[in-house]
């Protein structure tokens, strides 16, 4: 009625699958990063650095409150680079083209490739700035000392709510290693 | 008959030999008998215990007023960091290992752990992982100082203080795993003939199902460490924005870890509470199925709340519904062992010694801590509540007066099978109300804290939080005060106390109480013939040698 008891062998067979159990949950780790990835991707997170489409219904009929608007940008300690807004504010009416201009300069003396981050405040308002072109959508590639101009056209979308009457859309360059 | 057998005798004990008691040094070193390394993992955690507890003093020190006394706040940092760390990888979790080593192969009938050699080397990693940690405060930068979570980009910046405790933390994972492995393998293979896996006693089920969450998450812990490492000196970009990595990366892997090992350190206690509550009240425990299924459903529901931690990073409205019904759902197996608990004290003939003061206690103030859970896991509450003091509080209900009061009913209830002798139960009750007392002094004015918005890990705070910090670090002091009368009781207990019976509690039905006390160096060399009830209720046993 007993099961014989548990031999060296069962033992030692036992302790591999364990073994193996805690690779595969090692594996699974390092599995969980493309996982986020593809999870951020799906539910549109991290979506700030795609064009946005806006259609006519975006586009205001009748002319709303401007919203005042505020470009700023920052570099993290340590990287070459050097960003200026062309523009530092303007007033929009939500449903207008805007267009501003940013400066950026590669000042170390070697080739480096960049990507912008863009950041809202508030953050709210992310959603409401639709860009259609920016330099954030790609990584831009300098030469040593180039210094280079980039449009950003976006529209304020028109159902932007009425308390929202100042927005900064502030950028980060950061450095893409490894690529030259 | 009687002449041959005792002719054979000499033989027999030359031919196994190498099974006497090693003496001096080198038992301990060299030691593979489950005893003895549930002895040294059982000191290894109580040093450890101190040393956390100082650290946790330091930082009530300064909290007892406004403004900066005594450290820096960077030093302050390391001292939350390390208390957290030691606390919960060098005390909580070595315990309950010791704990299991020691009582296991008794509860089950088994000769020893099944990988004895590989049990001393799980033991003999943890000291220099300790080791490591303390050394981190002597480096340039200091000891680690981004909080026990280690988040990135906190960690992916500091000294090389970080460094050691990555690596410290690298040894201790492959510790626990090592542990868990010896285990799982012995519980599923070592059971005496009768003892089946519906029959086993509660805290071999919980030591079983925690031991799979350790090898479930603590490669995913090493992992997510690893990466850390990575960043710092390889070059890579998995949490660095710069280089088109994460941040909050980090804290869904660590999480995915972080909240089984919640229930790393809960389910034991369950298991441990399963026995002396029962014992105590000399009933048999109420619905001993229900808390099987009950514990492995808190197993299983673990891995699918870790994102409750992460409800301020900006998660879609879907998802923190999903993780916040999800977190609620585990109150229901929490509240069926609660229930049973009671229902098992129901109309039982309870007597209060120790250790049932202590099981009683962690059920009332586990309970606490379980309700401020559910209120912290309401993602609109949490919102207002992330990284307060009510964290603070809620986390320390249940790992103090959960973890902590269920490890010291554990030390209670089974020193006298582990010594043979019995501590003094005048100072065992005193030390009770004394840590009852002082640890809800310390840590109910948390809650209000953390509800008025006081921010937990740092040196520094409003004035309008003194009365309640003041009353806290007060409360801190007094039951660290506390702790000593327990090492006291147990070093003199250890020597001067009056010899135990072999079942000095009178509702113990479980097998460790059928033999010898202190337990024969060498238990069960033959595995004995056994009737068993639920919950591991000896009913009858034949047979079973020691010596």
Redesign the interface.
Known sequence: M?KP??TLH??RL??LK??L???V??????G??PV?DALCRL?G??SLQRPDEVGSQRLAATPLAPVLLTFDATV?PG?PWQVRPLTRTLRAVPGEFVRVDYEITNASNRQVIG?A?PRYLP?AAAEYVKKLDCFCFAQQAFEPGQTKRFPVVFVIDKNVPAGLDSITLAY?I?????RS | MTAIDSALQPAHDTAHGHHAKPSGIGRWLFATNHKDIGSLYLWFAFSMFIFGGVLALCIRAELFRPGLQFWQPELFNQFTTLHGLIMVFGAIMPAFTGLANWMLPLMIGAPDMAFARMNNWSFWLLPPAALLLLLSFAVPGGAAAAGWTLYAPLSTQMGMGMDLTIFAIHIMGVSSIMGSINIIVTILNLRAPGMTMMKMPMFAWASLITAYLIIAVMPVLAGVVTMVLTDRHFGTHFFNAAGGGDPVLYQHIFWFFGHPEVYIMALPAFGIVSHIIPTFSRKPLFGYTSMVYATSSIAILSFMVWAHHMFTTGMPATAQLFFMYATMLIAVPTGVKVFNWIGTMWQGSMSFETPMLFAIGFICLFTVGGLSGVTLSIAAIDIQLQDTYYVVAHFHYVLVAGALFSLFAAVYYWFPKMTGRMYSEFWGKFHFWWSLLWFNVTFFPMHFLGLAGMPRRIPDYNMQFTDFNTMASVGAFCFGLGQLIFFANMLHSLRHGRPAAAKPWEGADTLEWQIATPAPYHSFVEAPDLEVGENGRIDAMHGGKHH
């Open positions: 007993n008891p548990a069962d033992n036992l302790l364990l073994l159990l805690a690779c949950m090692f594996v699974f780790a390092w969980l990063i986020y539910t997170l991290g993290q990287l990507q981050i953050a980060t950061f450095d893409v290693p490894g």
